[in-house]
């Protein structure tokens, strides 16, 4: 795919450099030329230029990407008026940074793709790490849902699926089942293979070694958590 970022700050230049390393193609902009020269030699082209202004704005292969990236925090009236030129750029489409709950609105009010919050979704990332601990990864879905996945503890060993009631007690959906198989690798050291399996008998029994993957609310997964551990 074909992305154009504008703004090559922290946050623009990573993410530059990140997609450029997935096999995408990556055009850059940015009013500052050291942010520019910091990240060029990982992108197909980049601007020097002000994209605020809507004469520079127009030499931006706007319409002939896939995506435009607005990642401009710090000055939110540059990143609202990108954004309005984009929009009348006819630009196919558009994601945009927001740095707090009033840039996020006014953004809204643009309709455009996606809003992006990074400060805000990894302080919730960490926080939920901290709660859910080395045990659990956590994927969000939407405002409310998640995806988990979770190491069996020591204590439910033995138990059954079905002995959970992850569904009737806590409104949980149990997606697929890792499997966890002890093998030794060519040095003989001792490892741990995992295999999914999305259709598994409910009467099967849980090893230590095993994970399960569920999905539904944060609050009840916290509930079932605490429950078992």
Known sequence: MKYLIIGLGHYGGILAEELTALGHEVVGVDKDELHVDRVKD??????????????????????????????????????????????????KHICARAVDDVHKAVLEAFSIDRILTPEQDAARMFAHSLELGTEVESFQVDEDNYVFKFRLPKKLEGYHVNDLNVEQEFGLKVISLVRGNKTCNCLGISIVEQHVANEFEENYELHTDDSLVCYGLYSSFIQFWKSIR
């Not at 319409?63 to 401009?72: F, G, K, P, Q, T």
């Open 42 to 91: 990982k992108m197909v082209t980049s601007f020097v230029l002000d994209a605020t202004d809507e004469a520079a704005l127009s030499v931006l292969p706007v319409r002939n990407v896939d995506l435009v990236i607005v990642a401009i925090g710090d000055n939110f009236g540059a990143s609202v008026r990108i954004v309005s030129l984009l929009k009348k750029n006819k630009a």
